[in-house]
């Protein structure tokens, strides 16, 4: 089969074309023809060694596909099935090797590309909104990137569960597509010359001088200061990403004297931890795109070949909703 191989940590040009061995199936394992890959920052974190991990390396943790094959210790799948994952390595390839604990059944309102574009920021999304800060009526949350594939699906559920959103873009574009889901209010911070002061200034015009209840940034070092001097007494900042770059230390005692602000990292691995807890998320998720609740918004598709030319878009922030790759 053919897959994308990096040799070593660099640029997006590392990652070329290969064919390699098919994958066997293990006793406990699903092997699955890949529809369709997604592409997710975090791909470039593991790509350039911002994250450390070996190589050769074939990147991509997203996905959704058909099962071909299926060991003799799995309970619940079998071939034929459409299944798709959020959390599984080597997923940029024609085929991937699942455990029977990793991969969601797609149901069939639900096409593979819109499976493979919902996963990973999908199941973000959800644990975002439902656990890390479980939004309700009365909240305002600001959330970066509002464009994005995890922000596009963050104001979907935030609105859905009662809270008035606001976002952050950086084009007209971009802010258009976040009003379309369900943005109240849409900053354009590309007009800034000074981000922390101008957006600051922006979100307390917004909120009557008291801040928003809760930050979802994803973008990380060029937006971090601006989200804590945005956050209302008691407010709670949520840093799940560095897009632009990863937040350098800095001085915990600054929670207290801007007003008893907490702050938290979470990541989707750790709430996932349970069969019960991924069946509610990934049941949830399906459940309101299949009712039209959840509009999944592919920006992208791009052959399996160009995994560079998706790395290079998604890092110069020129994307808007998800990118996929394609077999």
Known sequence: MKAIIAL???EPEVMTLEEVAEPTCPASGIRVRVE???????DTYRRSGVYKVDYPLIPGSEGAGTVLDVGDDVTWAKVGDRVSWASTSASYAEQVILGEGDCYAVPDEVSSDVAAASMLQGLTAHY???SVFALAPGHTAL????AGGVGLLLTHMAVDLGARVITTVSTSDKAELSRGAGAAEVIRYDQFDDITTELTEAIRGLTDGAGVDVVYDGVGKSTFEASLASLAT????????GASGQVPPFDLQRLNAAGSLSITRPSLGHFLRTPEERAWRSRELFDAIAA?????HIGQQYPLAEAAAAHHALEGRRTMGKLLLVP
């Open 292 to 296: 039209g609740k959840l509009n999944v």
């Open 128 to 130: 975002l909104a439902r």
């Open 234 to 241: 008691r407010g709670t900042m949520v840093l799940f990403g």
């Open 8 to 10: 070593h940590a660099g």
């Open 143 to 146: 959330i970066h990137a509002g």
């Open 36 to 42: 369709a890959a997604g592409v997710n920052f975090i």
